[in-house]
């Protein structure tokens, strides 16, 4: 399943806002492929065309989808020196897709600040800068070798030089490898590196309790946008200690609580969905009468990988998928209606799965 870890300097918020990860948790029944590791939180993607595919087929059931949220505690500025737990949590950072990083941006004289004060923008970069020295080591040990495969005659390891080079002058001057422009056979070469900036980064400006509805203002908010818009990342502000208290409210009590705060959802929600995009993943639904259903793959899947991932049966055995388009389905207002709208196509295994396609398999057992 895809990951996605949160990541930040101590006392910044993290846990308390993991507690509330899993304190919302998902019915782990609906999501038996997910980890059951106290570190791993699995959480629903809240989907509004779920809600709209149930109100029109009247399921017994309606599941979402769900993808982990990893708590990666314990990076302290010397993590890549081995200061701390520092390698261990690198690796860490190294098995997820997308990082979360949060960022203190409450006052709390009550609350240390591993720096003595609440300095945002300083604070993503002593992060930054331990991946950024984390990542410069597995490049510099693979261009030497690399090198040393040049002499041995191999013309390839010409090419995986000369990106890792340039990979290398960005690390040089503290940019993350993500700022870079590689090509697809350039990503190809240093993929198996799995660098650590590379990978998506959204920041999440933990704002105090008494400021969720004009986190906006926040100055220190106002200076992690600005960061993060010159590296092309989003930034969501949620309070994670009022995401504690809301996790613990159901139905009405939480609808009640969160009109109170003047939020029209979550600050929990808002991450989630995210987090799902930053993952570069795509939604597709089964809509049956015993269980309207969200899937998730990732951009660029065709029917069969989709197939599989309802079961390897499916994938298997894939003839033919049956697809109609969420917002055709919906105009149409039902299957039979899209069906005479000529909105029912049948796709086969070259077809490449949209966001929102609603979709039948047909397989042999
Ligand atoms: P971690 O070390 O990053 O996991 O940080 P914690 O989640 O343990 O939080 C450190 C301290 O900050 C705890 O005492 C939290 O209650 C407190 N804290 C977290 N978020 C907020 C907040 O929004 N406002 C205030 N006042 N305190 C917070």
């Known amino acids: 399943a895809l990951k996605a870890g949160i990541v ?5 918020g993290k846990s308390t806002l993991f507690n509330a990860i899993t304190q919302a948790g998902a019915e782990s029944a609906n999501y038996p492929f997910c980890t059951i590791d106290p570190n791993v939180g699995v959480v629903e993607v809240p989907d509004e065309r779920l809600d709209k595919l149930t109100e029109l087929v009247q399921p017994n059931k309606t599941v979402p989808t769900a993808f ?3 708590d990666i505690a314990g990076l302290v500025r010397g993590a890549s020196k081995g200061e701390g737990l520092g390698n261990k949590f690198l690796a860490h950072i190294r098995e997820v897709d997308a990082i979360v990083h949060v960022v ?3 006052v709390d004289e009550n609350v240390t600040h591993v720096d003595g004060k609440v300095n945002p923008i300083s604070d993503i970069q002593t992060i930054n800068l331990e991946l950024i020295l984390a990542d410069l080591e597995s490049v510099e040990k693979r261009i030497e070798r690399s090198r040393k495969n040049i002499k041995g005659g191999d013309k390839k390891y010409a090419q995986e030089v000369e990106v890792l080079e340039r990979v290398k002058e960005a690390l040089y001057q503290d940019q993350p490898a993500r700022s870079i422009e590689l090509s697809d056979d350039e990503r190809l070469i240093v993929r198996d590196l799995h660098l650590l900036t590379l990978k998506p980064v959204l920041y999440a400006a933990n704002v105090g309790e008494d400021e969720v509805a004009t986190a906006e203002e926040n100055p220190y908010v106002k200076q992690v946008r600005e960061f993060a818009a010159a590296e092309n990342a989003e930034v969501v502000p949620i309070s994670a200690k009022v995401e504690a208290e809301i996790a613990e409210l159901e139905g009405e009590d939480k ?6 705060l ?3 959802e979550s600050g929990l929600n808002r991450l989630i969905k995210a987090a799902y995009k930053l993952l570069g993943l795509y939604t597709y639904f089964t809509a049956g009468v015993q269980e309207v259903r969200a899937w998730t793959i990732r951009k660029g899947t065709k029917a069969p990988g989709a197939a599989g991932v309802i079961h390897s049966d499916f994938e298997r055995g894939f003839i033919r998928a049956e697809v109609v388009a969420y917002a055709d389905l919906l105009a ?3 299957m039979n209606g899209a069906k005479e709208r000529g909105q029912l196509r ?3 295994k070259e077809y490449l799965v949209q966001d929102g396609d609603v979709m039948h398999f047909r397989f042999n057992v």
Request: charged share 25%; glycine share 16%.
């Open 8 to 12: 930040g300097l101590p006392n910044v």
């Open 68 to 70: 982990e949220f990893v």
């Open 104 to 106: 203190r941006c409450f």
């Open 255 to 260: 609808e009640m609580f969160l009109e109170e």
């Open 262 to 264: 003047g939020l029209q």
């Open 332 to 334: 149409a207002g039902s």
């Open 346 to 348: 049948l796709e086969g």
